[in-house]
Nanobody, 126 residues
Framework: QVQLVESGGDSVQPGGSLRLSCAAR???????VGWFRQSPGKEREALAA????????YYGSSASGRFTMSRGNDKNTLYLQMNSLEPEDSGMYYC????????????????????WGRGTQVTVSS
């Protein structure tokens, strides 16, 4: 059973930074883990993902240049460092994992992620 628990969400001012954490258990056979954002009135979008096969990271257009995904030394914690936050970054942030199969062509597609955490809220406002 894959369990994902996000933390680190907070209220920050524009231009601020946050680091989100995803504590993962039971995902030994997952090939990919990703960070996603759900904002009111918008579709869930991919921010970053890791393919464990070769350790490569992939980023969504909203994250490029401002967000960095990383993996903890214990390999059971995944992070999303977010800098230069904007009000448009407000939303619920989720960590998600695939099963053993992960299509790199669809690594940014929420549809292929089978396991989801409950999310952590990020609010960016002045």
């Amino acid at each position: 059973q894959v369990q994902l628990v996000e933390s680190g969400g907070d209220s920050v001012q524009p231009g601020g930074s946050l680091r989100l954490s995803c504590a993962a258990r039971g995902y030994t056979y997952s090939s990919c883990v990703g960070w996603f954002r759900q904002s009111p009135g918008k579709e869930r979008e991919a921010l970053a993902a890791i393919y464990f096969g070769d350790g490569s990271f992939y980023y969504g257009s909203s994250a490029s240049g401002r967000f960095t995904m990383s993996r903890g030394n214990d390999k059971n914690t995944l992070y999303l460092q977010m800098n230069s936050l904007e009000p448009e970054d407000s939303g619920m942030y989720y960590c998600a994992a695939t099963d053993a199969w992960c299509s790199l062509a669809s690594i940014r597609s929420p549809a292929q992620y089978l396991f989801w955490g409950r999310g952590t809220q990020v609010t960016v406002s002045s």
